[in-house]
């Protein structure tokens, strides 16, 4: 999962950033709101963490701005003000959720885990093919009743290839949704991912089919299995 944040304070945003990817998100981070618009319309994410009160352009202006581009990622904004206009204004921007300042880093955690599971296009959080489940919500992938293990990377490497099931995607499409913008990644590091994802789930199943398929030339993808 990638999330943008859109924070003013460099401070604020390096510990948000830190947090988030210490759970195993990828994180991209503007520091203004008109920074936060071109980001959030040149790529793809799946929650943007925005700042109400930003330079250029306030948080508010953003949010609208974004969904006037008909761009629907859920979007969680953080506010100074409690007080219920300014709620309102946030919100009928296209705001999906509002957290207070100061806020506890496991409220925010589970604000963004909700609003994951609530997006314009409801995603599922039990993902699965033949006898293999991934439990978005338990963070658990099991194959044939056994447990496998996965790094963080490994994790949301199969995770974007189950939510994509038959979509061939590319290297370049990998690296962009699953490590932050300015990661240091080449295209032979995502070749050496999918060999550890494919030594942990489908080698030790000889008696199942391989999930992961390269296609040459392009990228790679996991189908379901021809009827």
Not at 25 to 52: K, P, S
Request: net charge negative; charged share 30%.
């Amino acid at each position: 999962m990638k999330i943008l944040i859109v924070e003013d304070e460099h401070r604020i945003a390096q510990a948000l950033k830190d947090g988030l990817s210490d759970e195993g998100y990828a994180v991209d981070v503007a520091y203004d709101g008109e920074e936060g618009l071109r980001t959030a319309l040149a790529d793809e994410y799946d929650c943007i963490v925005m700042d109400v009160m930003m330079p250029v352009m306030d948080g508010v202006q953003a949010s609208r701005k974004i969904r006037e581009a008909g761009n629907h990622t859920p979007i969680l904004m953080l506010t100074a003000k409690s007080q219920a206009r300014d709620i309102v204004s946030g919100l009928d921007a296209g705001a999906d959720d509002y957290l207070p300042k100061p806020f506890s880093f496991d409220v925010l955690l589970a604000r963004i885990r909700a609003l994951l599971r609530r997006p314009n296009e409801v995603l599922d959080t039990v993902l699965s093919v033949d006898d293999l489940e991934l439990d978005v919500a338990k963070h658990t992938v099991v194959r044939d009743g056994k447990d496998i293990q996965l790094s963080g990377k490994e994790y949301a490497i199969l995770e974007y290839l189950l939510r994509n099931k038959g979509r061939i995607l590319s290297k370049n499409n990998i690296i962009s949704h699953v490590w932050d913008f300015d990661a240091d990644v080449l295209p032979n590091n995502v070749e050496v991912f999918i060999t550890y994802l494919r030594n942990k789930v489908d080698r030790p199943f000889p008696d199942s089919r391989p999930l992961i398929q390269t296609v040459r030339g392009f990228g790679y993808v996991i189908k379901d299995e021809p009827a």
